[in-house]
């Protein structure tokens, strides 16, 4: 499995970004060709260590790196590139990973 980790600073107007978020961003996101899962974080995000006031977390889910990037050169990925871009328009407002995962214990 590949994962895409965002993390989205705390905005300006959260009530805006939160509407834009859930009312726009992830519907056009959720067509993305591969993804198998999308998750966000629910409630306060409580940062540790090095984190700066982070208010959002996403976690895509693919198959492999390449059906990231496969996602992403899609034309509904780049509409969703763009998007990200009015919620975040600065680089310092986001973080993004992109990493392979395996499981190390499995839920027992």
């Given amino acids: ?8 600073k705390t905005p300006k107007d959260p009530v805006a970004f939160n509407r834009h978020y ?13 993804l198998r899962r999308y998750e966000v974080s629910r409630g306060t995000v409580v940062p540790i ?14 198959d ?3 059906a990231i990037q496969a996602a992403f050169a899609s034309d509904i990925g ?5 998007d990200r ?7 310092d407002d986001v ?4 990493f ?9």
């Fill in 1 to 8: 499995m590949a994962r895409m980790l965002v993390i989205y």
């Fill in 22 to 34: 859930f009312d726009v961003h992830v519907p056009m996101a959720s067509r993305l060709p591969g």
């Fill in 49 to 62: 260590g090095g984190a700066r006031d982070p208010c959002l977390i996403a976690t895509l889910h693919f």
């Fill in 64 to 66: 492999s790196m390449q």
């Fill in 78 to 82: 780049k509409q969703c590139a763009a």
């Fill in 85 to 91: 871009r009015l919620l975040a328009p600065n680089d």
């Fill in 95 to 98: 973080q993004l990973f992109l």
């Fill in 100 to 108: 392979e995962s395996s499981d190390v214990k499995s839920a027992a």
